[in-house]
């Protein structure tokens, strides 16, 4: 290596490399570059360039700034002017950082707080869209699709079921068209469709009654909207009665409803609303809404009795972002109260055991609350025919005047002998 000489010495003082003899006004004869410290430099400048130390800098970089966000500022650099006006950067203290950080947290929590509501109403009122997997034609059953409007321009998609069959108006066509037969509407819970009551469905035609089976808004094959747990679906069996009241063949004032879940809310909203529906069974009734939300927002914990309180305290904040979501006071939904402004029409209430379901003492203390024109049954075996059975009893329907098989070979023998 050759010696250090006068052109070394002025490129140090070109690159400022020179830094003078400690104790003299006379520069240096050696230069930084020959200093112990010379090849450490050189060592740091190439780990600074390297493609691999800058990724492993920015992971680590990354990290900590995942880890310590929530407690210290991620701008740790703040714009200043001096009084000439030449702007300067300043790193900031970490204790100024951590300050910011907790100051700017607690005025950002209500803005959080609110997404994160608007986020939870919007997915628990849009349910995942379940579509019918079977028809009443499993059941030998005829029916037409139907499209009904409610009183809010809801669309809503059903399936009518009439009071006779083709081989019964054939038979008899005087006497099955026109005498007037009593009718149900019948509404599914949330996340179903209007082909959970078939089987029950099946019951109520054998009995003689006309069957609208319908599709709830937001739910199966009626148009998308919100689901506001029968605040805004007692619209919807509204239009069902109303259609089935406009049918010929239909006795008006033998028009029943039945409802599951929260279908059982709307049913009975709408009875309290029309006085003239003849009676109400109200199928596993939906809980509480103030419940409910207890729910949505705690998690049982290890021993099963109970929810944290570190989110329960979020279902009364959900219970006002609901309402402004829906422009709507939730007390309106409140059995009791409903259940108590029906004074003539009889109610049944199917009790059922599940987290979607109101308790069993719940619904006896709904049912003494009302009076005794209400019934009480659990959800046991062939529990449709004691529907239909109460049904019966409630509109005083003894069946109609021909129909089933033995009255049709009665028929068809009485013609035979008029023949002859």
């Given at each position: 290596?050759?010696?250090?000489?006068?052109?070394?010495?002025?490129?140090?003082r070109?690159?400022?490399?020179?830094r003078?003899?400690?104790?003299?006004?006379?520069?240096?004869?050696?230069?930084?570059?020959?200093?112990?410290?010379?090849?450490?430099?050189?060592?740091?400048?190439?780990?600074?360039?390297?493609?691999?130390g800058?990724?492993?800098?920015?992971?680590?970089r990354?990290?900590?700034?995942?880890?310590?966000?929530?407690?210290?500022?991620?701008?740790?650099y703040?714009?200043?002017?001096?009084?000439?006006?030449?702007?300067l950067?300043?790193?900031?203290?970490?204790?100024?950082?951590?300050?910011?950080?907790v100051?700017t947290?607690i005025?950002?929590t209500?803005?959080?707080?609110?997404?994160?509501m608007?986020a939870?109403v919007?997915?628990?009122?849009?349910?995942?869209?379940?579509r019918a997997?079977?028809?009443?034609?499993?059941?030998?059953?005829?029916?037409?699709?139907?499209?009904?409007?409610?009183v809010?321009?809801?669309?809503?998609?059903?399936?009518?079921?009439?009071?006779?069959s083709?081989?019964?108006?054939s038979?008899d066509?005087?006497?099955?068209?026109?005498?007037?037969?009593?009718?149900?509407?019948?509404?599914?819970?949330?996340?179903?469709?209007h082909d959970?009551?078939?089987?029950?469905?099946?019951?109520?035609?054998?009995?003689?009654y006309a069957?609208?089976?319908?599709?709830?808004r937001?739910q199966?094959?009626?148009?998308?909207?919100?689901?506001?747990?029968?605040?805004?679906?007692?619209?919807d069996?509204?239009a069902?009665?109303?259609?089935?009241?406009?049918?010929?063949?239909?006795?008006?004032?033998?028009?029943c409803?039945?409802?599951?879940?929260?279908?059982?809310?709307?049913?009975?909203?709408?009875?309290?609303?029309?006085?003239?529906?003849?009676a109400?069974?109200?199928?596993?009734?939906?809980?509480?809404?103030?419940?409910?939300a207890?729910?949505?927002?705690?998690?049982?914990?290890?021993?099963?009795t109970g929810?944290?309180?570190?989110?329960?305290?979020?279902?009364?904040?959900?219970?006002?972002?609901?309402?402004?979501?829906?422009?709507?006071?939730l007390?309106?939904?409140?059995?009791f109260?409903?259940?108590?402004?029906?004074?003539?029409q009889p109610?049944?209430?199917?009790?059922?055991?599940?987290?979607?379901?109101?308790?069993?003492?719940?619904?006896?203390?709904?049912?003494?609350?009302a009076?005794?024109?209400?019934?009480?049954?659990?959800?046991?075996?062939?529990?449709?025919?004691k529907?239909?059975?109460?049904?019966?009893?409630?509109?005083?329907?003894?069946?109609?005047?021909?129909?089933?098989?033995?009255?049709?070979?009665?028929l068809?023998?009485?013609?035979?002998?008029?023949?002859?």
């Amino acid at each position: 290596m050759s010696s250090y000489d006068d052109m070394d010495k002025e490129i140090d003082r070109e690159m400022g490399w020179d830094r003078g003899e400690p104790g003299s006004g006379k520069k240096p004869s050696g230069s930084i570059r020959r200093r112990p410290d010379y090849w450490q430099t050189i060592l740091r400048t190439a780990g600074a360039t390297s493609p691999l130390g800058r990724a492993v800098r920015s992971t680590w970089r990354g990290i900590c700034k995942v880890v310590f966000f929530p407690i210290i500022s991620p701008l740790g650099y703040s714009k200043r002017f001096n009084v000439q006006g030449d702007m300067l950067v300043v790193k900031r203290s970490v204790i100024m950082r951590v300050v910011d950080a907790v100051f700017t947290r607690i005025l950002l929590t209500p803005v959080i707080l609110g997404i994160f509501m608007a986020a939870v109403v919007f997915a628990s009122t849009h349910p995942k869209n379940v579509r019918a997997t079977s028809t009443p034609d499993a059941f030998g059953l005829y029916y037409k699709r139907l499209s009904l409007t409610t009183v809010d321009n809801q669309r809503l998609t059903a399936w009518y079921v009439p009071p006779m069959s083709a081989d019964e108006v054939s038979f008899d066509i005087e006497g099955t068209l026109q005498q007037k037969y009593p009718a149900a509407v019948v509404v599914h819970g949330l996340g179903a469709s209007h082909d959970e009551y078939l089987q029950l469905t099946s019951q109520l035609h054998t009995a003689g009654y006309a069957v609208l089976l319908l599709d709830m808004r937001g739910q199966g094959e009626s148009d998308s909207a919100a689901v506001t747990y029968g605040l805004r679906e007692r619209m919807d069996v509204l239009a069902g009665v109303k259609m089935l009241r406009e049918t010929s063949y239909v006795d008006g004032s033998r028009v029943c409803v039945i409802g599951h879940n929260i279908g059982a809310t709307a049913a009975l909203q709408a009875a309290a609303l029309d006085s003239s529906i003849a009676a109400v069974v109200a199928d596993g009734m939906w809980p509480k809404f103030e419940d409910r939300a207890r729910d949505i927002f705690g998690h049982p914990n290890s021993d099963g009795t109970g929810a944290p309180l570190a989110t329960q305290w979020l279902a009364p904040i959900y219970t006002v972002a609901f309402e402004i979501a829906v422009r709507d006071r939730l007390n309106q939904l409140d059995p009791f109260t409903v259940v108590q402004s029906i004074h003539t029409q009889p109610v049944l209430f199917i009790s059922r055991v599940g987290p979607d379901y109101a308790s069993v003492q719940d619904v006896l203390a709904l049912a003494s609350s009302a009076g005794s024109h209400h019934e009480v049954m659990a959800a046991e075996y062939n529990w449709e025919a004691k529907v239909v059975k109460f049904l019966n009893k409630s509109i005083d329907w003894k069946g109609p005047k021909a129909r089933g098989k033995e009255q049709i070979k009665a028929l068809l023998e009485n013609s035979v002998d008029k023949q002859k």
